[in-house]
Structure formats: C-alpha cells, structure tokens
T-cell receptor
Framework: GAVVSQHPSRVICKSGTSVKIECRSLDFQATTMFWYRQFPKQSLMLMATSNEGSKATYEQGVEKDKFLINHASLTLSTLTVTSAHPEDSSFYIC?????????????FGQGTRLTVV | AQSVTQLGSHVSVSEGALVLLRCNYSSSVPPYLFWYVQYPNQGLQLLLKYTSAATLVKGINGFEAEFKKSETSFHLTKPSAHMSDAAEYFCAVGRDDKIIFGKGTRLHILP
C-alpha cells in the first residue's frame, strides 16, 4: 500500500505555545487528508477533512481556530495546535487518499503523540 | 447515519484459541467496512476491508471477517491466537467519503 508519513512522532511543548504536525503522502498525490484525534484508551475521532487547495471541513465540536489545518500541496497537510493546553495532549493521526480512489484506499500515518506541559 | 458498534471493550482468549471480535454496522445500504489493528503508541494497520466483492474477506496475519447482511455484522476471527495478536482492534465504516471508527476492542492473549 501507499505510504503516509507523519512528523514528529512525539512532541512535548509548553502550555501556550503552538505545535505543528506534518502529514506527507510519500508515493501518491493525496487530494484528501483526514485528521483524527485519539484520547488514551479510546477510539479515533475524526476532527476534519481537508482537500488540497481548499479550506478544511471540521467536524462538529472541533474548534477550527484551535486546530489549524493547511493542505497547500498534494503531498503535504499540516495540523497546527495553537495556544496548546494540557487538555490538548493526545494522539493525532492523519490519513490520506488520492482523488481517483474511493475511501477504501485511505492510508494512515503512524501518529503523533502530543504532550502539553 | 452509518456507524459501527463493537461488542466488548475487552476480550481475553488463550493462546491457540479462536479469536472472535464482534462488530455490527447500521446502514441502509451495504457499506464499506474495515478492521484495523493498533499496537501501543503506534498508528493503524489495516487488517482487511469489505468492498462488496466477496462476503468472506481474508486479511493479514491469519485474520478474516465475514459480512452478513442478514445480521448486519462483520465479525473478525482468527483460528488460533498468538501472543503477538494482543492489541487494540477497531472496526470502521466508510461513510460520506470518511472512515468512522468504532470504540475499539482490546484483545488480551492468555499464556
């Protein structure tokens, strides 16, 4: 299958700072990327869907000003957690698919563990 | 709206025994269905997926799942559990061009 790379795999930041997480599709053009959040021992909750060159579509209850998503190229999407607080500590996972593929061909990154202290 | 329900947040089986993880979906039309596995502090690995081509789907690591429309189920099975199968398993459904996950089942393997 295709490869999706997330960076960093782990990050610790101070409360009040911003953190950027990158999601790259290495061997295909990802026209659509998805960002998920996973609390400890819980399921993955879809945060937002982004299409290349367009504004992201956020799920209900997700603060768009808090979680900034940029999908400026066909191989890169970024999630920026702004003014991070300890409650933003979580595992964030991205997923990507190409336009010509159905949702059955979405590939996941390895996740980023964010700890806000 | 399409969703999935995983029965049992924790399942324990003995090494060598049958693994059965339950998943039921709610959908008015045959959906896309997936099973993913997640090891601690790692991302997701696709085990298998149902795309309406065949009702019995074989996946990696000896896992398989059967789509049963009459029961709206997509249970995951493996004939003989290995210690390395201990992980979190997620059933998921493709909905509105998104993948929506169930709450997950933690599989414990007893020696």
């Amino acid at each position: 299958g295709a490869v999706v790379s997330q960076h960093p795999s782990r990050v610790i930041c101070k409360s009040g700072t911003s953190v950027k997480i990158e999601c790259r599709s290495l061997d295909f053009q990802a026209t659509t990327m998805f960002w998920y959040r996973q609390f400890p021992k819980q399921s993955l909750m879809l945060m937002a869907t982004s299409n290349e060159g367009s504004k992201a579509t956020y799920e209900q209850g997700v603060e768009k000003d808090k979680f900034l998503i940029n999908h400026a190229s066909l191989t890169l999407s970024t999630l920026t957690v702004t003014s991070a607080h300890p409650e933003d500590s979580s595992f964030y996972i991205c997923s990507a698919r190409a336009h010509e593929f159905r949702i059955t061909e979405a590939f996941f990154g390895q996740g980023t563990r964010l700890t806000v202290v | 709206a399409q969703s999935v329900t995983q029965l049992g947040s924790h399942v324990s089986v003995s090494e060598g025994a049958l693994v059965l993880l339950r998943c039921n979906y709610s959908s008015s039309v045959p959906p896309y269905l997936f099973w993913y596995v997640q090891y601690p502090n790692q991302g997701l690995q696709l085990l298998l997926k149902y795309t309406s081509a065949a009702t019995l789907v074989k996946g990696i690591n000896g896992f398989e799942a059967e789509f049963k429309k009459s029961e709206t189920s997509f249970h995951l099975t493996k004939p003989s559990a290995h210690m390395s199968d201990a992980a979190e398993y997620f059933c998921a459904v493709g909905r509105d061009d998104k993948i929506i996950f169930g709450k997950g089942t933690r599989l414990h393997i007893l020696p």
